[in-house]
């Protein structure tokens, strides 16, 4: 996640302290919760294949509360409820009070369309510290690739609702081929509704998002968009109070911007180029995991072929604590297994490999070079970064003591 207006214009940012000048090998994860695959909606591209009908198996409101409990003594500063859509879970409330009771910061992240005035302030009322409502386009193409007519209007209601009620509240929008040319629109609604914050996600090729493969931005494509983001980024920085814009879930958006703002804030280009060496790329197994609504728990919210225990049977403070999953331990020291591009790239210590889920899904090699990664193999060679592995071998050998893992 690279909140591109905090670095064109250097405004602080909430999330600056877990995202930039951290030690990842020991920060605490932000937690992301999948509290039910239960969703009034029917997305394209929802990687977890949520939609209407019955669920079975799903921790109960005891189970959940003791994994809340676990989760702050550990010390996961953040906890972010999903889904499915989390508003569907009755238990909602008082899960997310308990967590906010023990000093975790809770944040969710909804489809929207069940916001009404009494949701917003009841979730005020909770604590609740960021709403994040998915938008895909504009009606008629959001309408088409959410499965539900209606869902437009039914969302950008819900996002009033929420700044009416006083709660933080963001826009996300997931690039592909069907709304790209819909990227402008959604940044000016952004802009002319004064919603603080717009995320835009690359697709992970994970549940439905899967069959979306040859719907992905090419790379051409893709370099298009993030000048559009980077250029609409920089004029609204100059605002007294501009909205943040981020980029999430391609981590060669970080290089990308580095040396875009080489070409246009070259007084800014280095101090970018510091932020983001402190972020470090991906951060799978280290500064993220995610939990499902059975209990599994998984490096990330799309590597989900890869369980790493279960809450109902080991605390996910010791899943995650030990850190001796294998997947775990690859992770977070995963230079030297990577193959292909990602093993010559020399922006390692900005993107650190990208996203293991989608170039598994891709290449079925978890350790394979991610296909949505958009630099030239001129580009991947100028970055003076850390290079692929300690022995700079780029058949992606176990320089560096890490372990081989595979799927």
């Not at 997310?96 to 992240?109: M, P, T």
């Not at 933080?168 to 002319?192: H, K, M, Q, Y």
């Not at 490096?299 to 899943?319: A, K, M, W, Y």
């Amino acid at each position: 996640m690279i909140n591109v207006t905090r670095l064109l214009s250097d405004m602080p940012a909430t999330g600056d302290g877990l995202r930039y000048g951290v030690d990842a090998a020991r920060v605490r994860p932000v937690v992301v919760w999948n509290l039910t695959p239960v969703c009034n909606l029917r997305c394209a591209h929802c990687y977890y294949e949520a939609g209407p009908g019955e669920v079975s198996g799903q921790l109960d409101t005891g189970e959940g509360l003791a994994l809340v409990e676990d989760l702050a003594a550990f010390g996961v500063p953040v906890l972010l409820f999903s889904g499915g859509e989390p508003l569907l879970r009755p238990d909602l409330a008082q899960l997310a009070e308990r967590a906010i009771a023990l000093g975790i910061r809770v944040v969710l992240s909804t489809n929207g369309t069940l916001i009404d005035g009494s949701v917003a302030a009841r979730l005020h009322s909770a604590g609740v510290s960021y709403v994040g409502v998915s938008l895909d386009g504009l009606a008629q193409t959001n309408d088409r690739l959410r499965g539900v007519p209606g869902a437009f209007a039914r969302a950008l209601a819900g996002i009033r609702h929420c700044q009416e009620a006083g709660l933080r509240v963001g826009l996300r929008f997931t690039l592909s081929r069907d709304n790209a040319a819909e990227l402008e629109p959604i940044l000016g609604l952004v802009e002319e509704a004064g919603i603080p914050r717009v995320c835009i996600y690359h697709l992970v090729y994970t549940g439905r998002g899967a069959e979306m493969v040859a719907r992905d931005l090419a790379p051409v494509e893709t370099r298009r968009a993030m000048d559009l983001i980077f250029r609409r980024a920089g004029r609204l920085a100059h605002l007294p109070h501009p909205p943040e814009v981020l980029t999430v879930d391609n981590h060669a958006d970080a290089p990308y911007l580095y040396l875009w703002a080489r070409q246009h804030y070259p007084e800014k280009a280095e101090s970018i180029r510091r932020w983001l060496g402190t972020n470090g790329g991906n951060r799978s197994g280290l500064a993220i995991a995610a939990i499902d609504h059975r209990g599994y728990v998984y490096p990330d919210q799309f590597t989900r072929r890869h369980p790493l225990g279960n809450v109902r049977e080991l605390p996910f403070s010791l899943i995650w604590g030990r850190g001796d999953h294998p997947l775990l331990r690859a992770l977070r020291n995963r230079k030297p297994l990577l193959r292909g591009r990602c093993a010559r790239c020399s922006w390692l210590d900005l993107c650190n490999g990208n996203f293991r889920a989608r170039a598994e899904a891709a290449t079925g090699d978890f350790w394979g070079e991610d296909p949505a990664c958009y630099l030239t193999d001129e580009e991947i060679g100028t970055g003076g970064g850390t290079g692929g592995g300690t022995d700079g071998r780029a058949d992606g050998g176990t320089g560096g003591g890490a372990e081989r893992w595979t799927a």
